[in-house]
């Protein structure tokens, strides 16, 4: 297993070196979208692009921007050569290797996993119910995607703990003091993880269930099937984007409702067909998400000349804030037309697989969550720096408590 040895450092590039700073990026991407909106950072020899416009061409132009790449934002320990991996390779060899994936995501899927969902949510909000504080990151967040996507791929929920733990050092992002232990750490993690699934994959192999490792195993690739470490790489993937994202947009679901738009729970009491519309506001205006790729040929496409080889960051929280596309882009709105034009889950052919899964777990889980509780409050003397924890985004909640009574 081969580590890139070359890891872009977001913190060195915004300089923000708070946890509230990185959790409110907002004013920094204003700035950079006013005055640099195409930034070169000489240090780490990489191009940075902030509005709407640009952030969306780096995101669809494959030719320009390729995913083939050396250097990423979170590394993990990959082999390259890997034909399970979608992740590294751009069209036509992309759609290839999508497409043994994409079949699990359909909506005729999801609407067929709909009842297992629900019950897992269920059960989740019923352990609540009656509690006046309730830490909703740690029973509602983490539990519903990991329990979720363990079922759907067929991994024993008993595990799902440790699965969240390799996920979270996997997508651990490196700094420059801790370099060489965020690295072993990530290799660590990916060997158990490997180790763990391996023997389920064997199971699965002969005697294949109605899960996604069992389609996988079956999948065959350009008339060959996939060896079992592919399936294994397939399924550490799965398992680990498939917990990361949605944890955090629970999460920030709820912080934006008692924080950023206090009231608006009592708009959803009111009308439950606003769920979705919040859940997209959430993912437009709460998450400090970006996407790296190289550039593939020397172009001026943004004014500047970049040369092929060089990296690009699409600062996609930053886009989702730009006020030439949306109006009002820094006011939280579930009313807004058009919120959903966020690029949260990417753009293009690299589009998030599990966008929809997202979608779906956090509609069921804050529809049924408002169902049950009257109201929510912030807790008294709660402070933010001790809630918040360095990830992919830059901070994101590790606990939220809320009052329920």
Request: with cysteine; aromatic share 8%.
């Amino acid at each position: 297993m081969n580590a890139y040895r070359q890891v872009i450092l977001l913190n060195e590039i915004s300089k923000l070196a708070t946890k509230q700073a990185q959790w409110e990026p907002y004013a920094w991407y204003k700035d950079m979208r006013d005055r640099n909106p195409v930034y070169y950072d000489a240090e780490q020899d990489v191009w940075n692009v902030f509005s709407y416009d640009h952030v969306k061409r780096v995101l669809f132009d494959h030719e320009l921007f390729s995913n083939k790449k050396e250097r990423s934002l979170i590394p993990t320990p990959i082999q390259l050569d890997n034909r399970s991996n979608v992740n590294l390779v751009d069209p036509p060899e992309h759609r290839k290797r999508r497409a043994l994936l994409t079949q699990a995501f359909t909506p005729r899927s999801l609407k067929e996993w709909e009842p297992r969902i629900q019950e897992i949510v269920d059960e989740l909000i019923t352990n609540m119910e009656g509690a006046p504080v309730i830490d909703i990151v740690q029973k509602l967040a983490i539990p519903l995607p990991v329990t979720v996507i363990a079922d759907l791929l067929g991994v024993p929920s008993r595990a799902r703990g440790q699965i969240k733990a390799w996920s979270d050092i996997l997508f651990l992002p490196y700094n420059k003091k801790a370099y060489t232990d965020i690295e072993q750490q990530k290799g660590r993690a990916m060997k158990e993880f490997a180790e763990f699934l391996y023997p389920i994959v064997l199971e699965k192999r002969k005697h294949p269930a109605d899960d996604i490792i069992s389609d996988l195993t079956q999948a065959e690739l350009e008339g060959e099937k996939l060896t079992d470490e592919e399936v294994v790489r397939s399924a550490i993937g799965l398992l680990g984007a498939g917990n990361e994202t949605t944890t955090t947009l629970i999460s920030n679901i709820f912080y934006c409702m008692l924080f950023d738009q206090p009231g608006v729970y009592q708009e959803l009491r009111a009308d439950l067909s606003l769920v979705p519309k919040l859940i997209e506001e959430v993912l437009r205006f709460r998450f400090g998400a970006t996407i790296d790729r190289k550039v593939a040929q020397d172009t001026n496409v943004f004014g500047p000349e970049m040369k092929a080889g060089q990296v690009v960051v699409a600062w996609i929280g930053a886009a989702n804030r730009d006020e030439s596309h949306f109006t009002r882009a820094d006011v939280f709105d579930i009313h807004r037309p058009g919120n959903q034009q966020h690029m949260t889950f990417g753009a293009g052919p690299h589009f998030c697989l599990g966008a929809p899964l997202a979608r779906l777990e956090a509609n069921m889980a804050l529809a049924s969550f408002v169902r049950r509780f009257p109201d929510i409050q912030q807790t008294d003397g709660f402070n933010l720096d001790e809630h918040l924890t360095a990830s992919a985004t830059g901070q994101s909640l590790k606990s939220l408590t809320i009052g329920t009574a």
